[in-house]
């Protein structure tokens, strides 16, 4: 039986505890393995291991650090088909979406490495003689990585990519369901000859080691992605104990096809965007905001499209939508479509849990889409974050636009439409953090800031530049070469 241990200090341990907890297969009930169930003790030591490496990989040169990015980078890529094959089989996911993961986190990691090279800051002229201005990054010193299990190797690279080039060591806890693509991925940081301590993984659940690792007096910052409860729980901690947080939270994001749109495209975008990874994405489509006068033939196209989608094992390539990650997230997508119906919504395909054959094996639900939604209804206002979506009939692009923005998210959102002024009018008015035209909802690049308004976030950004200021943070340097004093704002000269 594969056992799955920590990392610290460069070295594989068991729990302090000597304690394990199992994971199993979503599609078949199969065991994974067993792995270390941590607890503030682990925390403790890998925390103290952080803060010891700190000093040595701050002064590693930055080219340096990225170098072993790169080469954990070519690992990634010529290990992706078996890193693909282990994540479906630990959390669900069909093959082609684990593989898109591990490209994911390749790509985070060519582009962090290469910021090795650039971790760019400012010069700027002074407001007097003979005196240079710059501003350069500082690393911020132990951060604590908090992951969830839908991107079980994409958003670990998110985080732990910008946190090592910007000379942070880490403490990465990962979500327990998917602790295998963890180890897998801190594994190649062993091999690719990062210095012990830089990169420590505490195995376990959230209630402990994460409440260890946010409570932790060492612990500079906090970079979470999860739920909305939980990341409101942490944001609390982090204020009361003067820390930084980042959090990555919830979605209710909606598509909008206007009744100019190119139906086809749109019904690719939604079908991808509502039940991809199961519907299991911060991104993914929850609501489909639709112009009356293509309301009738949107839906009877989604409902063919949706009654012919596949359930089954992510690793059978006949497979379109695989399990969701568990029991109790399969019975709480269910309680939703409960609800949906209690408040009066229509089931237009789906609604059932999936038990036909060998389905029962696993944690399926029918994808499954609602008609006769308002805006107010619980199924059009909270996240599901399972295989179902919402259809809404609206009048006018400014009503798509009011319903679109009506909820406590802001993550991401889409406008289907052939009028270039209505795309125009919805990148102005959508108050989202990431908005497509012309495409579904999913499938931010790792270039480009994400992260999201309102309830859906901090107003930090992850990817793309954005990233390495959660990372680091500014010195503004002033040198001053006239070997006299100069008082700023007092002896300046005016022309
Ligand atoms: C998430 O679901 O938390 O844009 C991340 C996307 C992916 C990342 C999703 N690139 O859907």
Not at 260 to 282: H, P
Not at 333 to 355: C, D, F, M, N, S
Not at 417 to 446: H, P, Q, S
Request: glycine share 10%; with cysteine.
């Amino acid at each position: 039986m594969a056992q799955f241990k920590n990392y610290i200090n460069g070295e594989w341990v068991d729990a302090q505890s000597g304690e394990e907890f199992e994971r199993r297969n979503p599609a078949t009930g199969e065991l994974i393995g067993t792995f270390a169930k941590s607890g503030s003790a682990d925390v403790d030591a890998a925390v103290a291991a952080a803060k010891a490496a700190f000093d040595r990989w701050r002064k590693t040169p930055a080219p340096k650090r990225g170098e072993i990015l790169f080469r954990v980078g070519q690992m990634l890529i010529e290990r992706k088909e078996q890193l693909a094959r282990e994540m479906t089989e630990e959390m669900g996911k069909v093959l082609a979406e684990t593989r898109g993961d591990v490209q994911e986190g390749i790509d985070m990691t060519f582009y962090m490495a290469g910021e090795g090279r650039r971790l760019w800051g400012q010069t700027t002229p002074s407001e007097l003689p003979s005196k240079w201005n710059m501003s350069v990054r500082k690393p911020l010193g132990v951060v604590g990585l908090i992951t969830p299990w839908n991107f079980p190797l994409a958003i670990p690279t998110w985080k732990i990519m910008p946190a090592l080039i910007c000379g942070n060591t880490v403490v990465f806890k990962p979500a327990s369901y998917t602790s295998r693509s963890a180890v897998r991925l801190v594994e190649l940081f062993e091999e690719a000859g990062l210095p012990p301590g830089v990169l420590n993984l505490v195995l376990g659940s959230g209630e402990t080691v994460g409440n260890a690792l946010v409570q932790h007096p060492d612990v500079a910052l906090i970079s979470f992605t999860g739920s909305n409860d939980v990341g409101q729980q942490v944001a609390v901690e982090c204020a009361r104990l003067g820390k930084r947080v980042s959090l990555e939270m919830g979605g209710k994001n909606a598509i909008i096809v206007m009744d100019d749109a190119d139906l086809k495209l749109a019904l690719d975008g939604i079908v991808w965007s509502a039940f991809g990874t199961s519907g299991q994405r911060c991104t993914a489509a929850s609501r489909v905001i639709v112009h009356e006068g293509v309301f009738r033939e949107l839906a009877d196209q989604l409902d063919a499209r949706v009654s012919a989608l596949r359930l089954g094992n992510g690793l059978d390539p006949q497979t379109d939508v695989g399990p969701v990650v568990s029991d109790s997230q399969l019975q709480r997508v269910h309680r939703y479509v409960e609800i949906g119906q209690q408040e009066g919504a229509e089931i237009l395909v789906g609604g059932k849990i999936a038990t036909q054959g060998e389905l029962a094996r696993g944690h399926f639900h029918e994808p499954t889409v609602f008609i006769n939604v308002r805006p107010d209804m619980r199924i059009a206002q909270e996240e599901i974050f399972g295989p179902v979506t919402a259809l809404i009939t609206v009048r006018s692009l400014e009503e798509a636009i009011q319903v679109c923005n009506g909820v406590r998210y802001g993550l991401s959102a889409s406008i289907y439409t052939r009028d270039i002024n209505k795309a125009f009018r919805a990148i102005e008015d959508v108050y989202t953090g990431i908005l497509y035209v012309n495409a579904g909802t999913i499938g931010a690049e790792v270039h480009l800031p994400f992260g999201g308004t309102k309830a859906t976030g901090n107003g930090h950004r992850e990817a793309g530049q954005a990233a390495l200021d959660v990372f680091s943070e500014w010195q503004s340097i002033y040198i001053d070469y006239s070997g006299r004093l100069q008082r700023a704002q007092i002896d300046v000269e005016h022309l």
